[in-house]
């Protein structure tokens, strides 16, 4: 099993910037792979971003060049971090882990994030 803690959600004007940290732990593999996920309101849940354990990273287009997403050395802590924030970015973001070596995936309990003047 995996657990996954998320924290720094919450309320930022457009243009802003908001980093949101998730630590992971439990049974962790060497190639899991860490991301992000978003569901704004009245939407179903849609990809923000993924970082393999090499480092390589994914971005949905709509966040391209604004959100980086990056992870620690011991591969248990990924983040996310949030630029040029656009109301249309609020919604609430879900950490992510899957473990391909057990097919398996696991969610954050979820952080709200609210972009609004």
């Known amino acids: 099993q995996v657990q996954l803690d998320e924290s720094g959600g919450g309320l930022v004007q457009p243009g802003g910037s908001l980093r949101l940290s998730c630590a992971a732990s439990?049974?962790?593999?060497?190639?899991?792979?860490m991301g992000w996920y978003r569901r704004p309101p009245g939407k179903g849940r849609e990809l923000v971003a993924t970082?393999?354990?090499?480092?390589?990273?994914n971005y949905a287009d709509s966040v391209k060049g604004r959100f980086t997403i990056s992870r620690d050395h011991t591969k248990t802590m990924v983040y996310l971090q949030m630029s040029s924030l656009k109301p249309e970015d609020t919604a609430v973001y879900y950490c992510?882990?899957?473990?391909?070596?057990?097919?398996?995936?696991?969610w954050g309990q979820g952080s709200q994030v609210t972009v609004s003047s």
């Open positions: 439990g049974s962790l593999s060497s190639s899991n792979i």
């Open positions: 970082i393999t354990s090499d480092g390589t990273t």
């Open positions: 992510t882990l899957r473990r391909p070596a057990y097919n398996d995936f696991y």
